[in-house]
């Protein structure tokens, strides 16, 4: 059974940081990606990172204060948050494509985790 399960979401203050893990089981995947989306608002793409050459995307918003990775041996992604700003609140969702695509367009990716919340305070 092909399956992502989140980990390492919570609460912390503006200026903290957190490390959300995306553990991927039933296949290996090209590309995977973070994706979040705060209520009210669309989805958002957040990071994206290839298994072959390591690439990594990023919005705009994270650049400087978020960084992806992955463990190929573990097929896992990580999402380390630094900075963290209360803009940053939303459920975080890691997703995965089998073939390595554009990485920002959310409707390309076929497998997608259950989320984990993140809320910032101020």
């Known amino acids: 059974q092909v399956q992502l399960v989140e980990s390492g979401g919570g609460l912390v203050q503006a200026g903290g940081s957190l490390r959300l893990s995306c553990a991927a089981s039933?296949?290996?995947?090209?590309?995977m990606a973070w994706f979040r989306q705060a209520p009210g608002n669309e989805r958002e793409f957040v990071a994206a990172?290839?298994?072959?050459?390591?690439?990594?995307y990023y919005t705009d918003s994270v650049k400087g204060r978020f960084t992806i990775s992955r463990d190929n041996a573990k097929n896992t992604v990580y999402l380390q948050m630094n900075s963290l700003k209360p803009e940053d609140t939303a459920v975080y969702y890691c997703?995965?494509?089998?073939?390595?695509?554009?990485?920002?367009?959310?409707?390309?990716?076929?497998?997608w985790g259950q989320g984990t919340q993140v809320t910032v305070s101020s």
């Open positions: 997703a995965a494509a089998a073939r390595t695509i554009p990485p920002r367009r959310g409707d390309d990716y076929a497998q």
């Open positions: 990172i290839t298994r072959i050459g390591l690439n990594t």
């Open positions: 039933g296949r290996t995947f090209s590309t």
